[in-house]
């Protein structure tokens, strides 16, 4: 798989990156299996892909997912990129709760270096932003850490305008993570042409709109309590019926083409800026053979044009509950 520069501070990853969050957390647990999770972690890197992404959060502050990857890529570490994340206070449940103080990120970064048996962290992004913590104290402490050399490169994930500027400003940033696919936009307006004037590049998770874009998709009812596509506003109602009509179609520009719609998405995501590398995730080996694929689609002005006539501003329905949604 072809290589794409990340940032102007010479972070260069494979195009597709291999998102974790999936094998500990949030799409039904009682899929999680270690053993599989590891053999398609390894099998990522076989197939060319070098980004892999966890986050304290996905282990819950108890380490589980950053321990899997830490495991699984020891044989090829140093050819590969680690990106892991702070951000969170891990005490509180409701995943609301915010802790970006530089003592907390020091010891959040001392863990992960534990779990992921390495001794320095590619990608360090801060998971959200803090209220509490001024942007420029984070970007002061990860500097301190990327001078230490425990730490590679400095990433934030759904910050806003003013906040990356900030941060940028006290330590260059190299990489955003936000959502961002076929069903999403909320980055083109302002973020991109921000990230693309800053020289940072661009990490688009759920690049498959939460499973949405695989084809595979049932109503929120249909999904256990521990997903969270059981809640999730897109599954709602009508919300759901307007979504896989737009899938349906997405499916037949795909057919036309001889790809499947994930993949369809994939290089959609892909055409949209040589500075983008999205992360879909998956505990497959065969959904993530048939991602790392999507890599070698090119589409036409046509098919791109045609993508946007189905779904001009992404899905219908917001992607997180308001209390839930990333601050400005």
């Known amino acids: 798989m072809h290589h794409r520069k990340l940032g102007t501070q010479g972070l260069e990853t494979s195009a597709l990156g291999l998102g974790t969050m999936g094998m500990t957390m949030a799409y039904g647990t009682a899929q999680n299996d270690d053993a599989r999770n590891i053999a398609t972690i390894r099998r990522a890197f076989d197939l060319g892909v070098t980004l892999f992404d966890t986050a304290e959060l996905y282990g819950g502050g108890t380490g589980t997912n950053e321990k899997l990857v830490g495991e699984a890529v020891k044989g090829f570490r140093s050819e590969i990129t680690i990106a892991t994340k702070f951000g969170f206070d891990m005490s509180d449940p409701t995943f609301m709760g915010r802790d ?52 590679r490169y400095f990433g934030l994930s759904e910050a806003g305008v003013d906040t990356i500027r900030r941060a940028h400003a006290i330590q260059p940033v190299s990489v955003l993570q936000t959502e961002y696919s076929i069903f999403e936009r909320q980055a083109e307006p302002e973020i991109l042409p921000l990230l693309r004037e800053l020289g940072i590049g661009f990490v688009p998770y759920s690049p498959l709109g939460r499973g949405f874009l695989t084809g595979e998709i049932k109503p929120a009812s249909e999904y256990p309590e521990d997903d969270m596509r059981s809640w999730d506003d897109r599954w709602q109602g009508e919300n759901f019926t307007r979504n896989k009509a737009a899938v349906d179609q997405l499916s037949r520009v795909a057919k036309s083409k001889g790809v499947s719609v994930t993949q369809l998405a994939l290089a959609w995501l892909l055409a949209q800026g040589d500075d983008i590398v999205p992360i879909p995730g998956t505990r497959s080996e065969t959904r993530l053979a048939e991602n790392v694929a999507a890599a070698d689609i090119t589409l036409s002005e046509e098919d791109l044009a045609r993508v946007h006539e189905i779904l001009p501003d992404g899905s219908y329905g917001s992607r997180y509950p308001a209390e839930m949604m990333p601050d400005a």
């Open 100 to 151: 970006s103080r530089p003592d907390h990120i020091r010891e959040v970064v001392e863990n992960s270096l534990r779990y992921l048996q390495t001794d320095y962290i590619d990608v360090l992004y801060q998971h959200r932003t803090d209220p509490d913590v001024a942007i420029e104290d984070v970007a002061g402490t990860v500097r301190e850490l990327i001078d230490a050399g425990k730490v």
